[in-house]
């Protein structure tokens, strides 16, 4: 069965599995998160849920998102998410989904947005190789070097490895297992580490591959 929720990355720590193996994991808060609008085959096309995470003060809501929030019966939420679910018919507007949707041995998939890091050159975005430090180099030791190839094509080709923005971006780890839950506190505890600072909003979900290779 699918599961999906919003949570925030708490940071990473060490755990003790059952032979003693100490297993570096990620510290996520899931939720709570609140059942803000449900989509229906009959009325939109398809079926999901649309949850809402972290409270939000009133005076930072404006009225069309505050009637959206009434309508259900939920808090203000800062994020909202929609997730094709398989059980849709469980849940109404105004529920709450807790951690306890995920079990110890779950494989998920978490998304999120990456450290940006600005501006840089080649070799730190790519990994790329300096020329040699001495005899002619000059101050083109840490540049790209040619371009393209001269009148024929007489332009850069796609792909190009070039200086610009790093990081920043949506990136998802897959098949990543949960190994610890805590229910009472809302958290789990991801094997591995996910993308984003710590504090960072992130998307937790049932690992596809996973779940198609148990049925």
């Known amino acids: 069965m699918l599961k999906a929720m919003l949570g925030k990355k708490l940071g990473m720590t060490q755990l003790f599995d059952e032979s003693g193996a100490v297993v570096a994991v990620t510290v996520l808060e899931v939720g709570p998160c609140a059942v803000v609008q449900r989509k ?3 009325k939109d096309g398809y079926d999901a849920l649309q949850f809402g995470f972290e409270n939000l003060k009133p005076s930072k809501v404006n009225k069309p998102m505050m009637g959206h929030f009434k309508k259900a019966g939920s808090a203000f939420k800062r994020y909202l998410k929609e997730f094709k679910l398989d059980n849709c018919d469980a849940y109404k507007p105004g529920d709450v989904v807790k951690a306890d949707v995920f079990e110890v041995g779950d494989f998920v998939d978490v998304s999120g947005t990456g450290k940006g890091k600005g501006f840089a050159g080649t070799i730190k975005r790519y990994g790329g190789h300096q020329l040699k430090g001495s005899h002619g180099t000059g101050p083109v030791r840490r540049h790209a070097g040619s371009m393209s190839g001269a009148s024929d094509p007489s332009r850069i080709l796609k792909g190009k490895k070039m200086p610009g923005r790093m990081g920043g971006k949506g990136v998802t780890v897959q098949n990543l297992q949960l190994v610890k839950v805590d229910v009472e506190n809302n958290l789990v505890a991801v094997r591995g580490a996910i ?14 591959k996973k779940v198609k290779s148990e049925e």
């Open 40 to 42: 229906t085959r009959s």
């Open 195 to 208: 993308p984003g600072p710590n504090g960072g909003v992130v998307v937790i979900k049932s690992s596809v």
